[in-house]
């Protein structure tokens, strides 16, 4: 049963660089699948961040991509994302989330988020 | 980008009743489409996956259907633990995106 869980800074000082960890249980981020984040600002809906395969190619949110990186490190099992020059819009929950490919009907494969951290909530303020 | 559409925002219903939440993509998107139920303070549940297959452990008054453009998600009969903010999100682009939101509200 794979399991995440975030962790960084809760706090972070406006034009600095937001940056969280995802720890990956029960299964290996070596897999054959997607690496990705999720964030929600307070009392709003879902905006997908981007997302980091097994041998490291990334796909980035094009309102975001150019204060994102994000990276692997198989040695702890665990993906990071990084965003620099961070504003106020940036307060949100920060979920990272797996992105597998499921065996649909037909016998086609599909694409879903199907295990969740529980969330970091980071503030932008000062 | 894709940009994905739901609708209604919010709904309010009564245990028991059916409802349904729809979903529309601004281009085909086949049938990868995909719905979560979120809580508050918890982190989104996948409970259809491929627009109409239901994800393990998911009860079975959850259905999907639809392809193309337009998506459907039914409840088939309300209950008190479905009352949750329901997103639909697209799989077919590698930039994943989600539609805004709807609210499910006791009546």
């Known amino acids: 049963q794979v399991q995440l869980q975030e962790s960084g800074p809760g706090l972070v000082r406006p034009s600095g660089t937001l940056s969280l960890t995802c720890a990956v249980s029960g299964g290996s981020i070596s897999s054959n699948n997607w690496w990705s984040w999720v964030r929600q600002p307070p009392g709003k809906g879902l905006e997908w961040i981007g997302e980091?395969?097994?041998?490291?190619?990334?796909n980035y949110n094009p309102t975001l991509k150019s204060r994102l990186t994000m990276s692997l490190d198989k040695s702890k099992n665990q993906f990071s994302l990084k965003l620099s020059s961070v504003t106020a819009a940036d307060t949100a929950v920060y979920y990272c989330?797996?992105?597998?490919?499921?065996?649909?009907?037909?016998?086609?494969?599909?694409?879903?988020?199907?295990?969740w951290g529980q969330g970091k909530m980071v503030s932008v303020s000062s | 980008d894709i940009q994905m559409t739901q609708s209604p925002s919010s709904l309010s219903a009564s245990v028991g009743d059916r409802v349904s939440i729809t979903c529309r993509a601004s281009q085909s998107i086949r049938s990868y489409l995909n719905w979560y139920q979120q809580k508050p303070g918890k982190a989104p549940k996948l409970l259809i996956y491929?627009?109409?297959s239901l994800q393990s452990g998911v009860p079975s008054r959850f259905s999907g259907s639809g392809s193309g453009t337009d998506f459907t998600l039914t409840i088939s009969s309300l209950q008190p633990e479905d009352f949750a903010t329901y997103y639909c999100?697209?799989?077919?682009?590698?930039?994943?995106?989600f539609g805004q939101g709807t609210r499910l509200e006791i009546k």
């Open positions: 491929d627009a109409s």
């Open positions: 999100q697209q799989s077919y682009s590698a930039l994943r995106g």
């Open positions: 989330a797996r992105d597998i490919s499921i065996l649909a009907t037909m016998g086609s494969l599909s694409d879903a988020f199907d295990v």
């Open positions: 980091i395969n097994h041998s490291g190619i990334t």
